[in-house]
């Protein structure tokens, strides 16, 4: 009979758990919410739990700026010491040059940075149009001379390939020239995510998924499901409204949603938009738990 720890490894393989469990060629991999986790072949190593900035974000601001710069740097210097390296900004958000002063010091080469450029017409001052313009305006605000993954942010229709073709040509060229690592999308719609799984330009993918389907493109075992079948085309998955856009008030929910996204198995990391430093101190904790129980 097999022992205990080779029986998990063999289940972990079973079911699929990269990221999990172990890795290719049955390494077994450390059980940790700061872990850090392959996305897809993008060659990016980010911590399984990672910090968002776009709470209520709108217009170049969101609550973490309106927190003030102080207690921002604050927040990411504290996601830091608990060991989290992965840190998820946006133009919408207006958050790049708060990123920028909060991590001054820190090696780049230690954190994973995650931006997204916002197409639409609404949302901010002037519609940005050139997605080599973006990036490049993005390297000077965050003060790096290049940025992990760079995302399309919110696509919401089946024929976002075709209608955003030119920034993604665009995007591709700044891959090539190893401004940036890696590109997607950020997906609002199920029919998004379905064209983004049938594509090969999606590097990565920002997709909303949770226990309760609450702000989801879908039911939580159709999005699962979907998920889990991008991780098999080998892109990258990132998990974000975990806890429901902030609406997921009691203890007892955001742990059901962190348990059923461990142990769905569809993404490889995720991102939460902590405004506290306790906030960070508590999901840490609750990751920590469930992890074990795999």
């Known amino acids: 009979m097999m022992d205990r720890r080779n ?27 700061t872990q850090l986790v392959s996305l897809g072949k993008t ?3 980010a911590t399984l739990v990672g910090i968002g900035t776009g709470m209520r974000g709108w217009m170049r601001q969101s609550n973490h700026t309106r927190m003030g710069k102080e207690a921002f740097i604050r927040l990411i210097r504290h996601a830091y010491d608990r060991g989290i390296r992965f840190f998820d900004v946006a133009d919408l958000y207006g958050t790049h040059t708060f990123l920028r002063d909060a991590i001054k010091g820190i090696p ?22 050139d997605a080599m313009e973006a990036v ?33 040509e ?6 090539e020239k190893g401004i940036i690592k890696a590109h997607g999308t950020s997906s609002h719609s199920i029919d998004a995510l379905k064209a983004s799984l049938a594509s090969d330009w999606v590097d990565v993918q920002l997709a909303r998924i949770n226990h309760a389907g609450s702000h989801m493109d879908g039911k939580p075992d159709e999005v699962a499901e979907l998920l889990r079948k991008m991780r098999s085309a080998n892109k990258g998955v990132i998990g974000m409204k ?18 059923f996204v461990l142990t769905q198995r569809c993404v490889d990391t995720f991102i939460i938009g902590f405004e506290r430093p306790s906030e960070i101190d508590e999901t840490i904790k609750m990751v920590e738990e469930i992890l074990v129980s795999l």
Do not use: N
């Open 7 to 33: 029986f998990l490894i063999s289940v972990a393989a079973f079911l699929g758990g990269r990221a999990f469990g172990v890795i290719e060629g049955g390494e077994e991999k450390l059980k940790s919410p």
């Open 43 to 45: 060659g990016i190593k």
């Open 108 to 129: 780049r080469e230690d954190i994973v940075i995650q931006s997204k450029i916002w197409f639409r017409k609404e949302g901010l001052p002037e519609q940005v149009t």
């Open 136 to 168: 490049e305006r993005f390297r000077r605000e965050l003060g790096t001379d290049y940025i992990d993954i760079v995302l399309l942010h919110c696509t919401t229709d089946g024929g976002w390939l075709d209608q955003l073709k030119r920034m993604r």
């Open 170 to 175: 665009q995007l591709s060229e700044a891959k």
């Open 242 to 259: 975990i806890f429901g856009e902030g609406t997921f008030r009691a203890k007892e929910q955001r742990w059901a949603s962190l348990h």
